[in-house]
């Protein structure tokens, strides 16, 4: 079984993306797995180009000091060349419609003067990631079901008119409460996002502990005393408690029922996550301090994923005409 997900070099990463994402593929990937770094989608809305190369490097050291198998990570703009031509097939399998449909092209699109064609399209290419690797299986966020469900109709229609060429993936998105939403701690009724205005409310993946302890002290609760797990009428206290979960382990729920106050509710969830993140960020340093290393591990990664793709690419062109049989 392959595995497949990405990240987009748009931001500093996470807690968020660590706990959501990044530590869940180091647990559950294997070798066979692809966890890549999206450069191409973070070129969908306006971009400083030095910036995303310097994010992209940035970020796969993020991924392999996160604990993911060197053998299985990658960058997707080393296969520009397969995933164009692949986007192409595809582009010619989906509708318009289809694609003017996507929620997320609906709500980055809104009250924007001038939107790149890419936001319209880039679910296509989305696609063409996914079903160029043969991938089973993509652990996403609920926010790309929409995406997965398209990715699926694509492969199921070209099966259907060309014959058998693509496996139809499926999303495995994780239950609630285990650390698949981690709310940002200043408006915990939103996603914390690399892209968030709000620094407060974001814990960045190389802060420091004095600084984790700062946001965490600072973290918008409610007005009343109990600490109980209830994200609709707590989503503040709720998700204070998640990220403990998920940092030191156990329950939301039966966590609470430890607690009289959130000011110790907050000095633990600190020392957890600071706990959590430092081998993390010791990893990162160290991979950091050693560009020889990170280009040693993108090479192979490129290389793996080609001969995967180039399978894939020819039997797409056998079967829509464009190779004979
Ligand atoms: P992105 O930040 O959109 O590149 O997402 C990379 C991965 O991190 C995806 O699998 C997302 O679902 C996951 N992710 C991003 N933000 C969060 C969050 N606040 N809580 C949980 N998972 C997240």
Redesign the pocket.
């Known amino acids: 079984m392959i595995r497949l997900?990405?990240?987009?070099p748009?931001g500093q990463p996470?807690l968020?993306?660590y706990?959501?994402?990044?530590r869940t593929w180091a647990r559950e990937g294997t070798h066979e797995d692809v966890y890549f770094i999206?450069d191409l989608h973070a070129m969908t809305s306006s971009h400083n180009p030095q910036r995303l190369r310097s994010m992209t490097r940035e970020q796969l050291a993020v991924l392999v000091a996160s604990g993911i198998d060197p053998a299985s990570v990658c960058v997707q703009s080393d296969l520009i060349r397969e995933l164009g031509a692949l986007n192409w097939v595809l582009e010619c399998t989906c509708t318009y419609g289809e694609a003017a449909r996507m929620i997320q092209f609906k709500e980055k699109s809104l009250g924007r003067e001038s939107v790149r064609l890419s936001l319209l399209t880039y679910p296509v290419l989305m696609a063409a990631d996914i079903l160029l690797y043969d991938a089973d299986r993509v652990?996403?966020?609920d926010?790309?079901r929409q995406h997965l469900e398209l990715t699926r109709n694509l492969a199921q229609r070209f099966n259907s008119r060309f014959g058998e060429t693509f496996v139809v993936p499926e999303a495995v998105i994780p239950p609630p409460g285990r650390?698949?939403?981690?709310?940002d701690l200043q408006e915990p009724q939103k996603?914390?996002?690399?892209s968030s205005a709000s620094q407060q409310g974001t814990i960045g993946l190389f802060d420091s502990p004095a600084i984790i302890e700062r946001k965490i002290k600072r973290a918008v609760t409610d007005t009343e005393t109990e600490v109980r797990y209830d994200p609709k009428t707590k989503p503040g206290v709720s998700n204070l408690l998640e990220i403990l979960a998920a940092s030191a382990g156990g329950d939301p729920r039966a966590l609470a029922e430890g607690y009289a106050n959130y000011g110790s509710l907050k000095a633990d969830v600190a020392a957890a996550l600071i706990e959590k993140l430092r081998p993390v960020q010791e990893r990162y340093r160290e991979l950091a301090g050693d560009p020889a290393a990170t280009a040693g591990i993108l090479g192979k990664g490129a290389a793996k994923a080609e001969s995967v793709a180039a399978v894939t690419l020819e039997r797409a062109r056998t079967a829509i005409g464009l190779l004979p049989r």
Do not use: E, F
Request: charged share 20%; aromatic share 0%; hydrophobic share 35%.
């Open positions: 997900s990405a990240i987009t748009s996470t968020g993306n706990l959501g994402a990044l999206s652990p996403v966020g926010d790309q650390g698949d939403r981690i709310m996603k914390m996002s690399k």
